[in-house]
């Protein structure tokens, strides 16, 4: 049996290429969270998405260095985003919603924890924000709903920060209570 030492090699240079990668990417994420103060979980979502697109890479370079031609797995790679485009144009929201969340994670001023309205001419919800995902905002408003609102709607909407809210002085207390 005749080992391809170069094909080894080539596979063995791309591992230490995708580690060396991926160490760089979570020491950028984790430095930017830090300073601009991000949840943990919403940091766990933009990691599995940056380790989701470099091993698609590696993949796709893997399979060139082990011999799949470029020109086969060119027609491979472009029915598969046929697929998924179709896929994709059928949901486009989930697509827009994945991006938002990118986005949301990197400029927008919003944290978990803040108390929040959503200025719309349908809905005025006022409430404090639970948790964002890939897909989602959830707030719990100050009547006590559960609300989930796509990432790509959040980007659209009017969103007003507030303060958190004051505890009730001890004179205005004893006025509710009469």
């Known amino acids: 049996m005749i080992v391809p030492k170069d094909e080894l090699l080539h596979t063995l240079l791309l591992i230490v290429i995708m580690i060396?990668?991926?160490?760089?990417?979570?020491k950028a994420i984790r430095k930017f969270s830090f300073v601009r103060a991000i949840e943990v979980n919403r940091r766990k979502v933009i990691f599995n998405i940056c380790y989701f697109v470099i091993?698609?890479?590696s993949g796709f370079f893997l399979a060139l260095i082990?011999?799949?031609k470029f020109e086969d797995f060119a027609i491979f790679i472009s029915s598969v985003l046929a697929v998924l485009g179709v896929g994709f144009f059928a949901q486009w929201s989930i697509l827009s919603n994945i991006t938002a969340s990118f986005i949301l994670f990197f400029y927008h001023p919003i944290r978990i924890g803040n108390r929040?309205?959503?200025i719309d001419k349908d809905y005025e919800w006022t409430g404090?924000?639970?948790?964002?995902?890939a897909f989602y905002f959830f707030i719990e408003t100050d009547e006590g709903q559960?609300?989930?609102i796509p990432n790509a709607l959040v980007m659209q909407k009017a969103i007003e920060?507030?303060?958190?809210?004051?505890p009730i002085e001890k004179e205005e207390k004893e006025l509710f209570e009469e």
């Open 20 to 26: 060396v990668t991926s160490f760089i990417i979570k």
């Open 116 to 118: 929040i309205k959503i």
């Open 55 to 57: 091993y698609l890479i």
């Open 66 to 68: 082990w011999g799949v």
């Open 146 to 148: 559960h609300i989930s």
């Open 161 to 166: 920060i507030l303060a958190k809210e004051e």
């Open 128 to 133: 404090s924000v639970k948790n964002i995902t």
